[in-house]
């Protein structure tokens, strides 16, 4: 089974579209599955959201690697639009078009872990920015992993149940942002 994250997105653009041509399902998801492990930098973000802009005929490919330009904007710039526009000032208007559509990816983007927008990670949980299915790590004591799974209130305080990474038991912790915060990207 090749690793399809060695490939230059170009080439599997090529053989995404003979994948949807010869309707090959298990080449199609190879592919799509490693759009994101594929190295995003400042010197080829234009160029892969050019190549999205190309593929724009096979739409699930198209929208993975815009979304692998936008994530990899969102990190860089920590969802500063305004310094990944700044970025984006010196490239050629031709490719207006192109920079639009990364830039209201980076803004319309929902965290998958959070479901926020901006991500919230390294922002304590709270009551009010609880997600269910989410990870949260103790920073203070190694960064253990804890998947949320259900707010519980006891008279006036908050705790939550988790599932720990370690073992996948559900335990009680208490909800304190100083020691449980988020751990997207």
Same mark, same amino acid.
């Given at each position: =089974?090749?690793?399809?994250?060695?490939?230059?997105?170009?080439?599997?653009?090529? /053989?995404?579209?003979?994948?949807? =041509?010869?309707? @090959?399902?298990?080449?199609?998801?190879?592919?799509?599955?490693?759009?994101?492990?594929?190295?995003?930098?400042?010197?080829?973000?234009?160029?892969?959201? @050019?190549? !999205?802009?190309?593929?724009?005929? $096979?739409?699930?490919?198209? %929208?993975?690697?815009? +979304?692998?330009?936008? #994530?990899?904007?969102?990190?860089?710039?920590?969802?500063?639009? +305004?310094?990944?526009?700044?970025?984006? #000032?010196? !490239?050629?208007?031709? $490719?207006?078009?192109? &920079?639009?559509?990364?830039?209201?990816?980076?803004? %319309? !983007?929902?965290?998958?872990?959070?479901?926020?927008?901006?991500?919230?990670?390294?922002?304590?949980? #709270?009551? +009010?920015?609880?997600?269910?299915?989410?990870?949260?790590?103790?920073?203070? @004591?190694?960064?253990? &992993?804890?998947?949320?799974?259900? /707010?519980?209130?006891?008279?006036?305080?908050?705790?939550? =149940?988790?599932?720990?990474?370690? +073992?996948?038991? @559900?335990?009680?912790?208490?909800?304190?942002?100083?020691?449980?915060?988020? =751990?997207?990207?």
């Amino acid at each position: =089974k090749p690793n399809w994250k060695d490939f230059a997105l170009s080439f599997l653009a090529s /053989l995404y579209y003979l994948a949807e =041509k010869y309707n @090959i399902k298990e080449l199609r998801d190879g592919i799509m599955a490693s759009i994101p492990e594929h190295e995003v930098s400042m010197e080829n973000v234009l160029d892969i959201a @050019i190549l !999205a802009e190309d593929s724009i005929l $096979h739409k699930p490919f198209s %929208d993975a690697v815009y +979304d692998a330009a936008a #994530t990899f904007l969102r990190i860089e710039f920590k969802n500063r639009l +305004d310094q990944a526009l700044q970025f984006f #000032t010196e !490239a050629n208007e031709v $490719h207006a078009v192109v &920079i639009f559509k990364v830039m209201s990816r980076m803004k %319309d !983007a929902i965290c998958k872990n959070c479901q926020q927008s901006p991500c919230l990670t390294n922002v304590g949980i #709270t009551e +009010d920015n609880f997600v269910a299915g989410a990870e949260v790590i103790d920073p203070t @004591i190694g960064g253990w &992993i804890v998947e949320l799974v259900e /707010l519980v209130t006891q008279g006036a305080e908050f705790k939550f =149940k988790g599932k720990w990474s370690e +073992d996948g038991k @559900i335990y009680k912790f208490t909800l304190n942002p100083e020691y449980y915060v988020y =751990k997207c990207v």
